[in-house]
């Protein structure tokens, strides 16, 4: 059987705010590669709160000194997951004096969601 | 360090569309138990194709038969990636004669996209 004769809803005949890009039409190899490695990134309860952490704390940047506090695990393993979620290009960071720095990659978790669900934005402009 | 010294953004002060559950504060330890499986089943390029040629295929559901043909990997190999997807509760399935048949489950994505990013929701009830 052919990819051709896999029925596929048109983009353009979908409504603006009704379906994720991945509901709409099929995901191509490129992008998937490109995708996994974040949804991987993301597939740690411990990472996961660490993402959440940093992106609620003051500034929207923390240093490990603010973060480890909030886990029952140890600091390499905290540092090892921010080591995960840098790699992933989720997190960046930068040390000041005693202290490494982390942010989020904002744009990123806007694309995952973009992927996964209805444009925020094309609804608010609707 | 105690969790009281983070410096939390309050989600009532936080704009309705902008910021991501995930940013507008710490997510939970049962949350993040409960989103990491479903980022993990998601952490494959062939699981996130497979899932969206399930969603983009016509009725919104397809059979095996309508999918292996998009990928060079073995049959029994995308049989198990769509267990994996089935068993996080990203997808359902019910067998109907010879094949068995696949849809998502649409409340999931929205789920995982409404934490990463804005709520569609919210920006078009503004």
Chains 1, 2 share one sequence.
């Not at 390499?76 to 080591?83: A, D, V």
Request: net charge negative; with cysteine; aromatic share 4%.
């Amino acid at each position: 059987m052919s990819k051709q004769s896999l029925s596929i809803v048109n983009p353009a005949d979908a409504g603006e705010a009704c379906c994720a890009p991945l509901v709409r039409e099929p995901l191509g190899e490129t992008e998937a590669a490109e995708l996994a490695p974040l949804f991987k990134a993301l597939a740690d309860p411990v990472r996961l709160r660490l993402l959440s952490l940093i992106a609620c704390h003051e500034g929207g940047e923390a240093c490990v000194c603010d973060l480890t506090a909030a886990f029952d695990v140890t600091a390499p393993t905290i540092s090892h997951h921010l080591k995960v979620l840098k790699q992933a290009g989720l997190i960046d960071s930068e040390r000041r004096g005693t202290w490494v720095y982390y942010w989020l990659n904002p744009g990123v978790l806007d694309r995952l969601a973009a992927t996964l669900g209805p444009r925020a934005t094309a609804a608010s402009a609707s």
